[in-house]
């Protein structure tokens, strides 16, 4: 049982370049995050789902685009990655009962040069 | 929305010691409650929680204690060791489902 899997683990990206960052969840939970972890800022919310179809914007969302497409995969995109967005990212989900904690991927590393 | 404080930043303590980590919340309508575990390079696990109708609660070593009047809680590891070493986030959940996460304490345990 993989739980939730992200992929990449790592990557180094040029200003300008665009990305997608994928999240698969093997749980049939409804809701998924992106986030990003800075050092001393914790998790920031970039954008959410509450189902298939359905997305919504979080704390920091400007700069990126999310889509869910299908209920087991959200997918995180940078059109122009600047600089700013070296960060790591981690998806998370969790069911529709409101007393669930989230289950959290083990992150991309992205750099952006 | 909601605003989650988590103090220290970091802690240091002797192998054996106890290790208390403390959070605030601004949103009283707020009525789930988890701590994580973050180890180097891998993502934050659950290692308790607790809900607003329930006022301690305990798993072996790990204890947490909510008081909803003055909006805050706590995370207690008693004995700790080595292992306990990692960054630690609380979080605050709204009734909208979104989560509020702290900074974070990073704890290192001295052997």
């Known amino acids: 049982n993989a739980g939730v899997t992200q992929t990449p683990k790592f990557r180094v990206l040029k200003t300008g370049q665009s990305m997608t960052l994928l999240c698969a969840q093997d749980?049939?939970?409804?809701?998924m995050y992106w986030y990003r972890q800075d050092p001393g800022m914790g998790l920031r919310l970039i954008h959410y789902s509450v189902g298939e179809g359905t997305t919504a914007k979080g704390e920091v969302p400007d700069g990126y685009n999310v889509s869910r497409l299908k209920k087991q995969n959200f997918l995180l995109g940078l059109e122009s990655a600047a600089p700013s967005q070296t960060s790591v990212y981690f998806c998370?989900?969790?069911?529709?009962?409101?007393?669930?904690?989230?289950?959290f991927g083990d992150g991309t590393r992205l750099s952006i040069l | 929305g909601e605003n989650v404080e988590q103090h220290p930043s970091t802690l240091s303590v002797q192998e054996g010691d106890s290790a208390v980590i403390k959070c605030t919340y601004s949103?009283?309508?707020?009525?789930?409650f988890p701590w994580y575990k973050q180890e180097l390079g891998k993502g934050p696990q659950l290692i308790i929680d607790i809900r607003s109708n329930v006022g301690e609660k305990k798993d072996q070593r790990i204890a947490v204690t909510l008081n909803k009047t003055a909006k805050h809680f706590s995370l207690h590891i008693t004995e700790t060791q080595p292992e306990d070493s990692a960054v630690y986030f609380c979080?605050?959940?709204?009734?909208?489902?979104?989560?509020?996460f702290g900074t974070g304490t990073s704890l290192t345990v001295i052997p």
């Open positions: 998370a989900t969790n069911p529709i009962y409101s007393n669930q904690p989230q289950h």
């Open positions: 979080a605050a959940r709204e009734v909208g489902n979104q989560f509020y």
């Open positions: 749980m049939n939970h409804e809701y």
């Open positions: 949103d009283s309508a707020s009525n789930y």
